[in-house]
């Protein structure tokens, strides 16, 4: 019998190798995976003691205005058609008790709802939001000081406002080490230097600086509110006034969270276009798992498919739904993917040329 001379072998191999990682790869995605947990963006709360349509409509509208990027969405033709049937976007519902009363606890469907933005071409925040750190510095008489007590009425303010929207604030421990790199002066008066390098800690993805005052005005006593958002360098001011400052403290995460809804809200293409990534990092067979599973949780994204692995990098084509540009904006609030150093997010542009390099990303375990 004549055996293949070893040369044959090493000519199978590259061809083999490919083929048993797609199989193994494709058997491990098939194992049973547990419920997933239900999104707190795709979840609301309303009041039990209303009619069955009623809460359905009110749960309805209330995940369409914490993921749409437009504060007017309601008003969309198609928007209120659909909220007609809000019956339909229910998948499960359940009585609680909180402290403001009975309440139903309601699980919208998350695919539906992104079919409906994605059909109308409407503006969608993602579930990815930048976490945002901030400064507070309050003025009384002539006397400034940070607020750092977390059940002050300002910050239990403004971190309610801010869980209606989803948005994650850290708030600064104000320790000696803080307390060394920045004073009430340099936030009041917009020192950047140093508001950057003693933010640094906390790794957030912005920084806002917030000035509160009062001063005797004809209508009586104002509150002043100015506040300034830092983004990579680029440092936006808004100002808002009230009677009471906890109401202006209210609307100025209001403001903040209007402003990142425009940030990084993402429109979805009418088709789907090609995209190539080398990814590093992912050294097992469970990171290619998570990875193709984590890159499927992107709005826009479908057809994962992880093509082979070399020394160092996967390669990986899908299909990307939404513009290249935004879509790696969400990739930069993604703590387990990070853009290779050299490349930056302005680099790309909206849609990715024919015949361009595969974008490099590292991935890391969380």
């Not at 994204?301 to 390669?315: C, E, H, S, W, Y």
Request: a negative charge.
């Amino acid at each position: 019998m004549t055996r293949p001379h070893p040369a044959q072998y090493s000519a199978w191999l590259p061809g083999l190798n490919s083929l048993l990682f797609g199989l193994l790869l494709c058997l491990i995605l098939m194992l049973p995976v547990s419920a997933p947990v239900a999104s707190p963006f795709y979840t609301a709360e309303v009041p039990a003691e209303q009619t069955r349509q009623q809460w359905q409509r009110e749960a309805f509208e209330q995940v369409i205005r914490r993921i749409a990027a437009d504060p007017d969405v309601l008003s969309h033709p198609v928007v209120q058609q659909e909220r007609q049937r809000a019956n339909t976007y229910v998948k499960q519902f359940e009585a609680i008790r909180t402290e403001q009363g009975p309440k139903v606890r309601v699980l919208i469907d998350q695919e539906k709802i992104q079919q409906l933005f994605r059909e109308q071409q409407l503006l969608i925040w993602d579930t990815r939001r930048p976490q945002v750190l901030i400064w507070l510095v309050q003025q009384e008489d002539s006397e400034r000081r940070f607020v750092s007590q977390r059940q002050h009425e300002l910050v239990a303010a403004m971190q309610q406002q801010a869980q209606q929207h989803l948005l994650p604030l850290i708030w600064p421990l104000y320790d000696m080490e803080d307390l060394l790199n920045l004073n009430e002066t340099d936030v009041w008066a917009g020192f950047w230097q140093q508001i950057r390098t003693a933010s640094a800690r906390y790794q957030p993805d912005l920084i806002v600086t917030v000035q509160l005052s009062a001063s005797n005005t004809e209508q009586g006593l104002t509150h002043q509110l100015f506040w300034q958002l830092d983004h990579q360098g680029r440092v936006e001011r808004f100002e808002l006034t009230g009677q009471d400052p906890v109401e202006v403290s209210s609307k100025m995460i209001d403001a903040l969270a209007a402003q990142l809804a425009q940030r990084y809200a993402v429109r979805y293409l009418t088709e789907s276009e090609p995209l190539e990534l080398s990814i590093s990092g992912a050294d097992d067979w469970s990171d290619w798992v998570r990875l193709q599973r984590l890159l499927e949780s992107f709005p826009g994204v479908g057809q994962v498919d992880i093509k082979k692995r070399d020394a160092t990098n996967l390669r990986v084509n899908l299909r990307l739904a939404i513009p290249q540009q935004e879509w790696l904006q969400l990739v930069a609030l993604e703590p387990s993917l990070s853009l290779l150093s050299n490349q930056s997010v302005e680099s790309f542009s909206l849609r990715a040329p024919a015949g361009s390099e595969p974008i490099r990303l590292h991935y890391e375990r969380r």
